[in-house]
């Protein structure tokens, strides 16, 4: 069972800080967050994500995506 996707106003709390860090994994040397738990933070699904993700044109995407 997933736990409720996280809402938090302007300052979140440490018990908000503390699961977003949860949520970043370690691969191969390099910090990722899986695009479901990104959707759950945004309050949307996966797919819309992704779509968000591919609109946005290579050359200005962060080089965190």
């Known amino acids: 069972m997933r ?7 302007l300052a979140p709390s440490l018990h908000v800080l503390a699961r977003i860090k949860s949520l970043i994994y370690e691969i191969r040397g390099v910090k ?3 695009d479901k738990d990104l ?11 992704n779509k968000a ?3 946005v044109p290579s050359d ?6």
């Open 3 to 9: 736990p409720a996707p996280i809402s938090f106003k």
């Open 32 to 34: 990722v967050m899986l």
């Open 39 to 49: 959707a759950d933070l945004y309050h949307v699904t996966t797919g819309n994500l």
């Open 53 to 55: 993700v591919k609109r």
């Open 60 to 65: 200005e995407r962060s080089p965190f995506i």
